[in-house]
């Protein structure tokens, strides 16, 4: 894939979501309208960082390419480049994996 054409200011990362399974352990598949949207994803672009309260800029603890957890509800969906994306603060991350 090209390289994104849109960096997220300050603690704010954009999120690709990784696609979920469409069929279950034991071998059902499951129709587009029961799945729910998967709480994972790939960060694609992050911010510089935050400020604390002297000033000083505060780096991110994740970094593009990371594979994330989310809170349901996280984030703003957008499109950019045809893509469906969504940009979240750093905040709303519970956490890397692997």
């Known amino acids: 894939m090209a390289k994104?054409?849109?960096r997220?200011?300050?603690d704010r990362v954009v999120v690709r979501r990784v696609e979920a399974d469409t069929k279950?352990?034991?071998?059902?598949?499951i129709?587009?309208?029961?799945q729910e949207k998967p709480a994972e994803g790939e960060?694609?672009?992050?911010?510089s960082g935050a400020r604390d309260e002297a000033?000083?800029?505060?780096?991110?603890?994740?970094k593009?390419?990371?594979?994330?957890?989310?809170?349901?509800w996280s984030g703003t969906e957008v499109k950019i480049g045809g893509e469906d994306l969504?940009?979240?603060?750093?905040?709303?991350i519970m956490g890397v994996i692997g």
């Open 43 to 47: 960060i694609v672009s992050v911010g």
């Open 8 to 10: 997220p200011l300050h």
């Open 64 to 72: 593009e390419g990371d594979r994330i957890l989310f809170g349901k």
């Open 4 to 6: 994104l054409k849109f």
């Open 55 to 62: 000033g000083k800029l505060v780096p991110l603890d994740v």
């Open 24 to 29: 279950t352990a034991g071998g059902i598949i």
């Open 31 to 34: 129709p587009d309208s029961a």
């Open 86 to 92: 969504l940009i979240m603060k750093e905040s709303d």
